[in-house]
RNA sequence: GCGGGCGUGGCGGAAUUGGCAGACGCGCUAGACUUAGGAUCUAGUGAUUUUAUCGUGGGGGUUCAAGUCCCUUCGCCCGCACCA
């Protein structure tokens, strides 16, 4: 029988549609699993290679929970809010929903062609307003209890796509989507203050299974640091406060330095003899884009302030004070004091300043040629009370002696800075806030929610970087909630980061009407027991989850700290050439065109076997064909099959090795080398020229989750009805996966020389004696002297001999 | 510069705790069949000077035994990047 896989794909997926297969069940007593794939953003270009990756090894799982008797929750929806659906509904004078609604349309069929066993009746959408009610009333929630707030401040301004940016979409300078030019830019923002969870958020990281790679990663952008703040008094009177790491050095410390930005440099101008210079030198640091300024780091810059001097809190001695923009002003307290001795930065600006640099920590070479920075060797010299104590012991007592005299407090600062939450731009949740002169900014009552965008037909941002929503004047028009005066809406909308900080949460209970989700629903489901997605997201949308998820936390909403057990990420798939895939490199492989050619089961085992799961790995079509080879081989096996329900006692063993690897494998997400353990089955059965029913059985059960059409389709002809994806999973016996006889390999010297077959039960003696029974060995030890032997239990035995 | 990862045939990649390097697939070679195909089947396929020797980026070490552990060095990828 041909293997017409068009034919079984579509049988199959009305078939479970019709069905509700894979319908998870909310008030089930059955144990949960809860597996998550990042929803798409429905591009224009549809579905790429990528993202059948991580939803086809995440389905596979989701197929085994569900045959192992789980109560599975797959689900799926759509982030589509965002710049590109905007972008295009400029350039072409089409209403976002419209492109959107398309985009999800086609995102639809070819996901559904491709056999997922997601709930499709729990399918959310960002830009439906029945879902981002929620989002608005979550931003609610979190402006009633402080964390939302608004803040004239410069903020990331992408020139190109005239939008404030996250300091996480700001990439080497430029804008993450489009590459065009960021620079900085003074507005009024609204603001969250994940800064406030940051410690949380690291150590929470204690309570998850994510990849070690992964909580690296957020460790070192939440940036958390250990120091001091130390306050140095100036020859004006006033005080200027620093933070270091390395209170240590104090003693070293011969100048100080304040950012361009800093509010002291105002407050000193009557002093300042040179404030002209200075007031030069701020300007050109403000023109400068948050790129050339990072560029600029070989060439360090700055002015010295004129009439004044810091004084060293603990040498008593006068110190000049430099204004630099590598000092920044929003990270400690803008200012620092420099110990050029042993900090590579300090070092450099000391050296075209012609600073003194005064050696503190003596350990390393000479401190006139290069900056000592280690912190667990070396020890304090010149530094008072100091002197003689490693530098791991006299941080603390600096810090000691600083609380004592009322110089310094310990203190701890992060690189994490607040969310950046507006965005000027139309295709994005409103902000549910209305600014009242009377009343300030004042939350819409949650009755009045959602507060839907309205209606417009021109999209293009306002003249100085206001939101479209400027221009919709009768909508921004309203009454104040508190007082009934006239008020204004906010015109600013949320990042697209908004709608996927909770989507999670919607789907235990997408259709829930009076609540984000009940509670039933949200204790049974959440946690997510296993996210799997890109690296990419992990200093973005995971992180911004993570924080909603604990805010949520805490008003009582959600039963758990973290929202994710486990987290995994997959590799990109790049194109034939090894380069990422893109449309201007030509190297681009459409699923629609693979589907067409060899179908969705071979595309999916495609997908899961061309290399290892966490890699990126060039496409092949070559390979593609190879699995097409396999799923047919698979499909052809019923030529040879026989009536026998069990497994023959030849290939016992095997079937329980194949079960046992097939699923460990699957669970570590080591899909390649599950597939390749079926293959060598199949070559197995097909050089014996047969295989049972029962086998035949066994073997398709196992591939079901990787190529649910096919099998499905032969379960309908050959298994014990129902449906195949419902069925139990195969158990396996241990005891059937040992081997009696075994090979173990014969070495003389490390060096192979034989191989016996011998009872597995044997120890290392007996083993011993079998080896020197054979011919080959006897013959290359003969007349040398035996001096050890070592037999390992089932692998192999080594004789080392002597002359 | 800091943090993370990687380096294995012609290619993608295998190799729990150190224990047969190259599973599986692609490609290639030869043959079979043929309605001549991007089909299928069979056999072979790390290298070489082939009773054997050498081989996991390079060099050194530990060990009876190293892709795996240690030191050193080179190269590539990703993330962060003047964070005091």
């Given at each position: 029988m041909k293997y017409e896989f068009k034919e079984i794909e579509q049988k199959w997926q009305k078939r479970w549609e019709e069905e509700g297969a894979f319908c998870a069940e909310n008030g089930s007593d059955k144990e949960k699993f809860f597996g998550l794939i990042e929803f798409?953003?429905?591009?224009?270009?549809?579905?790429?290679?990528?993202?059948?990756r991580s939803y086809t090894a995440m389905d596979i799982i989701a197929r085994k929970r569900r045959m192992q008797g789980y109560n599975v929750l797959y689900p799926i929806g759509w982030d589509a809010f965002g710049l590109p659906a905007e972008n295009f509904a400029i350039k072409n004078n089409v209403h976002p929903a419209v492109i959107t609604a398309k985009n999800i349309a086609n995102f639809k069929r070819q996901l559904k062609m491709l056999g997922?066993?997601?709930?499709?009746?729990?399918e959310v959408n960002t830009t439906d307003p029945e879902y981002y009610k929620w989002t608005q009333w979550i931003f609610l929630q979190l402006f009633k209890k402080g964390l939302a707030y608004k803040k004239e401040m410069p903020i990331n301004w992408c020139t190109s796509c005239n939008v404030g940016l996250a300091n996480e979409e700001v990439v080497n300078g430029v804008c993450?989507?489009?590459g065009g030019e960021v620079i900085q830019k003074n507005q009024s923002q609204w603001m969250l203050k994940i800064t406030e969870y940051a410690q949380r958020l690291i150590d929470d990281l204690d309570e998850v299974e994510f990849l070690e790679k992964i909580k690296t990663q957020q460790k070192n952008w939440i940036g958390r640091s250990e120091g001091a703040e130390v306050t140095f008094k100036l020859t004006t009177g006033d005080e200027m406060v620093v933070y270091t790491?390395?209170?240590?050095?104090l003693f070293g410390a011969t100048y100080t330095v304040i950012s361009p930005e800093h509010p002291l440099i105002a407050k000193l101008q009557d002093s300042l003899t040179n404030y002209d210079e200075i007031k030069a030198y701020q300007l050109e640091a403000s023109k400068k884009s948050e790129f050339e300024r990072t560029e600029m780091v070989k060439e360090k810059t700055g002015v010295k302030l004129e009439g004044v001097n810091a004084i060293?809190?603990?040498?008593?001695e006068e110190i000049p004070v430099f204004v630099s923009?590598?000092?920044?002003?929003?990270?400690?307290?803008?200012?620092i004091m420099a110990v050029p001795a042993h900090d590579t930065r300090d070092w450099e600006f000391a050296k075209k300043f012609n600073l003194p640099i005064v050696e503190v920590?003596?350990?390393?070479?000479d401190v006139q040629k290069e900056a000592y920075t280690d912190v667990y060797k070396g020890t304090m010299v010149?530094?008072?009370?100091?002197?003689?104590?490693?530098v791991q012991e006299a941080i603390p007592a600096m810090i000691a002696y600083l609380e004592e005299k009322g110089l310094g407090t310990k203190k701890v600062n992060y690189k994490l800075r607040d969310?950046?939450?507006?965005?000027?731009?139309?295709?994005g949740e409103p902000i549910p806030i209305v600014y009242c002169e009377k009343c300030g900014y004042v939350p819409l009552p949650?009755?009045?929610?959602?507060?839907v965008l309205p209606d417009m037909e021109e999209f293009k941002p306002g003249e100085?970087?206001?939101?479209?929503?400027?221009?919709a004047t009768e909508w921004i028009q309203t009454t104040c909630p508190?007082?009934?005066g006239p008020a204004k809406r906010e015109t600013d909308t949320m990042p697209q980061w908004a709608g996927s900080s909770w989507y999670f949460l919607r789907?235990?209970?997408?259709?829930?009407s009076d609540e984000l989700s009940s509670k039933e629903a949200l204790n049974y489901w959440?946690?997510?027991?296993w996210y799997n997605g890109g690296m990419?997201?992990?200093?973005?949308h995971l992180l911004y989850s993570r924080f909603w998820h604990k805010f949520l936390y805490d008003i009582g909403?959600?039963?758990?700290?973290?929202?994710?057990q486990k987290r995994t990420s997959h590799g990109m798939i790049l194109g034939?050439?090894?380069?990422?895939?893109s449309k201007s490199r030509g190297n681009v492989v459409n699923p629609d065109d693979v589907v067409n050619e060899v179908g969705a089961d071979a595309f999916r085992t495609y997908e899961m076997f061309?290399?290892?799961?966490?890699q990126s790995t060039p496409w092949s079509q070559q390979g593609l064909r190879g699995c097409y080879r396999f799923i047919e081989k698979v499909w052809n096996l019923q030529s040879i099959?026989?009536?026998?329900?069990g497994y023959s006692a030849d290939m016992e063993k095997l079937m329980h090795k194949t079960i046992q690897k097939v699923g460990e494998d699957f669970e570590r997400m080591k899909f390649n080398t599950a597939i390749a353990t079926m293959m060598s089955f199949i070559n197995e059965v097909t050089k014996k020229g047969s295989i049972t029913k029962g086998e035949y059985m066994t073997l398709i059960t196992l591939l079901n989750p990787v190529a649910p059409h096919m099998t499905e389709e032969l379960w309908e002809m050959?298994?014990?009805?129902?449906l195949l994806s419902l069925h139990a999973w195969p158990e396996f016996d241990e005891s059937k996966t040992v081997d009696d006889q075994i090979e173990v390999v014969l070495q003389i010297n490390g060096k192979i020389r034989d191989k016996i077959m011998i009872?597995?039960?044997?120890?290392p003696q007996e083993m011993q004696e079998a080896a020197l029974a054979s011919e080959k060995v006897k013959e290359l030890i003969a007349?040398?002297?035996?001096?050890k032997c070592i037999a390992v239990p089932k692998k192999l035995i080594n004789i080392v001999v002597k002359g």
């Open positions: 798409p953003y429905p591009s224009g270009q549809g579905l790429h290679v990528g993202h059948p997922f066993s997601f709930d499709w009746s729990r993450e989507r489009c790491t390395r209170c240590d050095t060293n809190p603990v040498t008593g923009d590598y000092v920044l002003v929003t990270y400690g307290t803008g200012a920590v003596s350990g390393g070479e010149n530094s008072g009370f100091l002197t003689g104590k490693s969310w950046v939450f507006s965005r000027q731009r139309y295709w949650e009755d009045q929610l959602p507060l100085n970087g206001e939101s479209p929503l400027a221009n508190c007082c009934g789907y235990t209970d997408a259709h829930n959440i946690p997510v027991d990419e997201h992990t200093t973005l909403l959600v039963p758990t700290k973290e929202p994710y034939e050439n090894g380069e990422k895939m061309l290399g290892a799961f966490d099959m026989t009536e026998e329900d050959y298994g014990d009805g129902g009872s597995a039960e044997l120890n007349g040398k002297e035996i001096v």
